[in-house]
């Protein structure tokens, strides 16, 4: 009896295993009281800028089979999850558009999101619209995988005139004339700028650094005379990290020390003044000076020792703990409330202030590279050969009307957000916990950055200005204003230059070379210089500037 | 007389029947009753079975690919034959004989260092008489296996950071200079050996652990009565016991010697050691699955599986002959 129960248990265990295995994932499936929480939006008399209210002009035929879709997206908040089964989004995708909706979030890793469509990409099986990053994006469009998209334009006029009309945007997404994916507004641009830390300017008795020789002074200041007075020594000058993203093709040191290179008159990897001065940087005898530079810096030891193999957060946790006294930082991780927090309760004193690019000697200066991005929205050609080019289409021009806006970017009115008199959103009377920047209700806006044009609406709800614990009144956007006040070099063509030929290789020889000099791990001289640049060329960096140089000049951006 | 090893009655009769020799049918049809006759265990062992057939032996198909340019709108079989090209591009690339180096150092150390190490603290664990901190060394021992390499960069980082890490205080404390451990091209090798040995010795010693118990008690009694010491008895018995399966692990492992740990390197490495620590892995995942070269990262997982073919061949062959057990 035993033995039969367990071969008829076993029996049982196996075949459900199967059919686990074979049964294809479910799509969400929106329960009826979701449609109800949704509420109508009222239009708004005057509002400070778009999004229009304009319905879709496209509606689904009356009868027809709704078409499933699937899409892949980068998450607007990294910690928060995928957006509910009940999502108002859902149900109204599938009354109103006739689309069954699949919504997968991306991996936040950059080079993680690259291996997930990657491995995709070669099962010939990527999702129907899916956001790609452009290297990524340069090489399934080589291998046929994504379609164009110029036809679905006219079927999304709203969403086209709001977002698709920048003539310098649509040229990232452009080959050969065709535009193979929808260039979404990036990150903006401009956002990560030199701060220097005030307080320990005046205690110390400094001068703001103005030259490099200043901040080499104020560096060591901050390293050697116990800027916090705790009677340690354990504080730096400067701290950074080498990010590995946002950065274009050849991170070589990364994003932080970009205002030494703009000393020099030198900013991101290539000169983009004109087609005469077309080249890699690294061949201006001026980049070998800035390498000397941070190298000095280095050999002084001001710079926090860490910094080539700290992770971005670390970074942060740093110069929260209070070890750093001047850095290249992100406007918002600086200054939004959450970010500000931590700082604030530790040093209560304690300020940052936005700090000029330091001149170089022939009096040049400028923060860094100033590049347009895009988030890239592509089409497979799979979907598209399917018929469905016109159900995304008909998704997205919704998305950016009055309804799919505010619902993707906000949540629904009156529960996740109000609207003040000036048309602007606010969460003022709201419930804190149903208040669409609460932690649990993020999930509901994980797709804003599909509809998000950078607009004062947007500004304004994203980078609140508040008053911290300590009574400090904060207003990141009073930082960002003067990060673009200061000096930067145009270096939009950067994002349009493809992989260089050796791939991953020639991107290591380069950037490994580079932190190899300014760590003195090999010596920096005129001849190590010669040696490395012959090391380039050995790996085809002149047919690769060639190429780029091609590229930039068909497509306008280097005349 | 004396007999050695088992001996069958003798048959009573004292008649020998001759067996008459087996049909191909009679053999199939003995076959299908024995089957059925352990049925449950056959229908046990399906799902590893299924499990490697899927898993393991149905990609070996799409190895194939390692000897085409592969589109994935073309497909596996209908994509273009090209030969050796993508062996030829790994072969001839820039990095190749330092990817192999670093490759080989790793996985050679780990398992050189590793394997003792592992054997020393499953011995010791195993002789301990006190049964409380027997439990606690194991425990704590195996505790670091469950952690993942990000948490144990981020241990690392707090010990070993030049800036603050604990080491360093205590270099500094002693009148020394910090040391970048982690970025430094002298250390960093001794930091991936050392803190790989550190997270996995405890859990390797279970295989060893397990050996040791299978030993036959009587031995080490008989051991001891005859005034073996303890350190005898571990020459004598506890080392020639667990012989054959320190083999099968070493065999084992010798089939992954060009797996060096991805997930740890990964964590680890950074651009001022890239010189030390890029490994082959690393790198397919860069100009492999990064760089849409599919076709080449397949190359180079076919070449590190016929190295680790080839390898565990002869040493099993070896093995055989100089201890008398292998793998197969």
New interface residues.
Partial sequence: MNKQLYKLTLCVVLLSLFLAACQPAAAPTPTAAATQEVVAPTPEPAKPTEPPAAPPPTEPPAKAEPVDLEIWVGASVSEAGQPPDDWAVYQIAKDKLGINLKIVLLPTAQTDADAKINAAAAANDLPDLFQVNREPWYRLVQNDLIATVDDLLPLMPDRTKILYSNDISNKLVTIDGKLYGLPQPGALPRTDALVIRQDWLTKLSLEMPKTLEDFTTVAKAFTENDPDGNGKQDTYGFCGYIESEGVGLLPGLGKRFEWVFGAFGLNGAWNLTSAENFQLNVRDPNYLKALEYIKSLMDAGVVDPDWPTLKKDEFRARWKQGKCGIMNEHFAALANKSNYADFDKNFPDGEWVVMSPPTGPEGKSSMGADLTNVRIFAVSKQAKDAGKGEAIARLLEWMEGEEGYYLIGFGTEGVNYKKDENGFVTTKDIDPEKAYTHKSQQPLTQLRNMVFNNNEIEMKARYVAYKTANGREMDPLKYLEQYRAQPWTEATGWSIINPPPGGADFTRFYSENLVQFVLGQQPLNEQTWADFLAGLDGMGAKDYEAEAKATLQISGFLK | METIGNTFPPISTGKVVPLAPLTWRERVRGLRRAIWKH??IY??M??PLLYFLVFKYWPLWNTQIAFKD????L?VEASPLIGFKHFATFFK???FGQLLGNTLIFSVAKLILGMPLAVILALAIYESSFRFLRKVTQTMAYLPHFLSWVIIYGVL?ALL????GMINEMIKAGGGQ?I?F??S?NWFRTVVIGSDIWKETGWSTIIYLAALLSIDPLLFEAAAVDGASRLQRIRHISLPGIASVIVVVTLLRLGNILDAGFGQIFVLY???V??VG?IIDT?V???G??????SLATAVGLFKGLIGLTLIFFSNKIAKRLTGSGIY
Avoid at chain 2, 70 to 73: I, L
Avoid at chain 2, 161 to 164: L, M
């Fill in positions: 049925r449950a229908l046990l399906a799902l592969f589109k994935p709108t497909g690339s820039y990095y980082l950071s030049p800036g603050s910090p970048a982690l970025t091209p950074s651009l001022p890239y010189s890029d790198w995942y860069r100009q699955i990064l760089e849409f070269q599919f």
